[in-house]
Structures are given as C-alpha cells and as structure tokens.
C-alpha cells in the first residue's frame, strides 16, 4: 500500500477530504505523516485527531520557501515515516530543489484554478477580478516552476454573477475534496504513472 505524506500551512481541508476517502475504503493509501510550517495550523489537529503523526517543522527565514537546510529537515521527516508520495494540501511555500530531487515525480498538488490560468496566490481572486466565466481546480505533479507541472486531474466551477471571492473560493474547494483522493488514488493504483 502505498505511504503518502501531506504538507499543509493552515485549515487542512483537503487532508480531511484524504482522511475521509481512505475511512470510507475508495482511496487504498496510508498516511505517514502530517506536516506543518505553521504552529498553529488545524492541519496539525486534523491529524492527530485521526491518530496520524504530526509534525511541526520551523520553516526558516524566508516568507514564500524552505532554504535548503530546513528542506533536508522536511525530506529526512518524510523519509523516517516511509513517504512514497507528498502531497501538497495548501503548503504555502514554494518547493524546492532539496525537495525535488529527494521525490523525483513523487509530489503533487491541489491548485485553486484551472491551470495554467491563474498560477499563484488566491487564484480565486483573480478569477473574480479578470471576470472569467468559469475557474475550479487542478491537481498536478509538481516541478521547479510554480503551478506548472504536469496536469492530473482538473476540475471546473462556473463563476455565479452574484459570486464574492469566498463564496466562489468555498465552491472551487468542494471540487477539490473530491478530486485530490482520486488524483491519489489514480497514482496509488498504477493508472497515472510519475514519469509519463
């Protein structure tokens, strides 16, 4: 069975949407690991309520990325709880080479916008604000350019007339709870493959 690790900065939905998948039996994965680079993040108390291993890592000086030995701290946390595959679950730092060679082809994302549209922060808002007409979400393989890797799965979310960014960001992140286990699970059963 294959061992994922999740990386999460805040509330950790997505990691209860993989919580939850794998309860109900529909994603044939384990949790090794949670990890946070934020103290006090719900992601941290998500885990530990189901009984997960959670850590808190410091993340290090700098604001949008882990330097390099803060990364090889990450990596030798994900190694030590047998982690085949990370999965990224709203980690808001850039990832970087420490990270990728450790996993080559071996971490994932959820984005908040059909990519390439709208790579980077709050997507959502910046759907509103260019006045697309439809947006949702993106689960893809991660690479050293930001929200650029190679497309999973996606999912789309009409733009309502009345919309405000957290009723549509509230609407994108339903899409998301439902395509992140499958994404993994797409993985986890041989049917997307990392190298191709």
């Known amino acids: 069975m294959l061992t994922i690790g999740v990386l999460a900065s805040g ?6 949407a993989l919580i939850e998948a794998i309860k109900e ?11 946070s680079d934020n103290a006090g993040a719900y992601a941290l108390e998500r885990a530990r ?15 949008t990325y882990l330097v390099p030995e803060v990364e090889k701290k990450y990596v030798a ?3 030590q709880h047998g982690v085949e595959l990370i999965c990224l679950a709203g980690f808001m730092r850039v990832i970087k080479k420490t990270f990728l060679s450790a996993f080559p082809n071996r ?10 549209a709208f790579p980077g922060l709050e997507a959502w808002r910046q759907a509103l604000e260019y006045g697309v007409k439809f ?20 999912a789309v979310v009409p733009v309502l007339p009345d919309d405000t960014p957290e009723t549509l960001h509230r609407r994108i992140q ?3 709870h439902l395509i992140y286990p499958l994404a993994v699970k797409l993985i986890a ?6 190298g191709g």
């Not at 971490?107 to 390439?116: A, D, R, Y």
């Not at 059963?189 to 990392?194: A, E, K």
């Open 107 to 116: 971490i994932i994302n959820i984005h908040p916008s059909l990519l390439p």
């Open 11 to 16: 509330q950790g939905t997505n990691l209860q």
């Open 77 to 79: 946390c994900l190694q």
């Open 49 to 63: 309520k189901a009984g997960l291993p959670a850590h808190y890592i410091a993340p290090g000086p700098r604001l």
């Open 135 to 154: 947006t949702g979400c993106t689960v893809h393989f991660v690479n050293e350019k930001v929200d650029a890797g190679r497309i999973i799965l996606q």
């Open 174 to 176: 339903e899409k998301e």
């Open 189 to 194: 059963t041989g049917r997307v493959s990392p």
């Open 25 to 35: 039996g529909s994603l044939p994965v384990r949790i090794g690991v949670v990890i």
